[in-house]
Structures are given as structure tokens and as C-alpha cells.
């Protein structure tokens, strides 16, 4: 189950790389480019939960990470800087799903719907609310 949850993830990453950057193949170079990229906040994100309430937005997760890890938050937006969303620059945008898409895979928290929330421009928009396991799932 391990191997089919990276492998997963490794597509999705991909899928992501060639969606933000526009282009109609990514190189091995890329996808590595993401995994060095991203996998130092991947690595972050236990500490960061451990800290978050019992019941939390993927808005407030990304916040905390961000502020918690500002060096590796920047790397990723600059890494993803020339990505964007109906002809508009959005690094952000690109690594916020990203981050959420592997937020989603945390075995320690749970899914419990969408709401409305304030994005990292103060802008209303839908995100995920999460809810802390008592017992974390297996898989």
C-alpha cells in the first residue's frame, strides 16, 4: 500500500508540473525539481500539526507552515514562479494545491467537508476543514 500511495504521489506531482507550467511534457529534471522542492515542507508538516487545533482549515495549515518555515515556503514559490492560472502569474496558487493535495494524505487528520474561508489575499474561497484522529488510520 506504501509503494502505490508514493507512486500516487509522484503522479500527482507530475500532473501538477505539467498543469502549472503550462507544458505538453515535463523532463525527469522537473519532476526531481518538485521533490527537492516540496519534500522539505512535506517533512515539516507532522511538527506543524502537532501545533494546530483539533479542528482546522487547509488555509490556516498552509499559514502556519509558511510562517513556521519561511525559507522553504519562499524556495517553493520560486520554484514554481513562472506557473500560472488563466494567463496569470500564480506561484502560489500552484504550491497551495500542492500542499493540499498532500495535506490530504496525512494519516493523523481527517476530512470534514469544505467552507468558506480566507485565502492568503484575504479573499473568500472554498478549502477543506480538517479534524485531528484520536487514532490515526492505517492507510
Known amino acids: 500500500m506504501i509503494i502505490v500511495k508514493r507512486?500516487?504521489?509522484h503522479l500527482r506531482a507530475?500532473?501538477?508540473l505539467l498543469y502549472?507550467?503550462?507544458?505538453s511534457a515535463a523532463t525527469g529534471d522537473d519532476a526531481m525539481n518538485h521533490l527537492e522542492v516540496m519534500q522539505p515542507l512535506y517533512d515539516r508538516f507532522a511538527d506543524v500539526l502537532a501545533v494546530m487545533p483539533d479542528e482546522f482549515s487547509s488555509h490556516a495549515f498552509i499559514r502556519e507552515l509558511g510562517r513556521r518555515h519561511q525559507d522553504l515556503y519562499v524556495e517553493a514559490l520560486h520554484a514554481y514562479r513562472d506557473s500560472r492560472h488563466e494567463g496569470t502569474p500564480a506561484?502560489?496558487?500552484a504550491v497551495h494545491s500542492l500542499l493540499a493535495q498532500r495535506l490530504g494524505e496525512e494519516l493523523t487528520i481527517?476530512?470534514?467537508g469544505q467552507f468558506e474561508s480566507r485565502d492568503i489575499w484575504d479573499l473568500p474561497?472554498?478549502?477543506?476543514?480538517?479534524r485531528k484522529r484520536t487514532h490515526p488510520?492505517?492507510?
Not at 502549472?20 to 507544458?23: A, K
Not at 474561497?125 to 480538517?130: D, E, G, M, T
Open 7 to 9: 507512486f500516487g504521489s
Open 14 to 16: 507530475l500532473g501538477a
Open 20 to 23: 502549472n507550467r503550462g507544458s
Open 91 to 93: 506561484p502560489f496558487m
Open 110 to 112: 481527517e476530512n470534514v
Open 125 to 130: 474561497n472554498r478549502c477543506a476543514r480538517w
Open 137 to 139: 488510520r492505517l492507510f
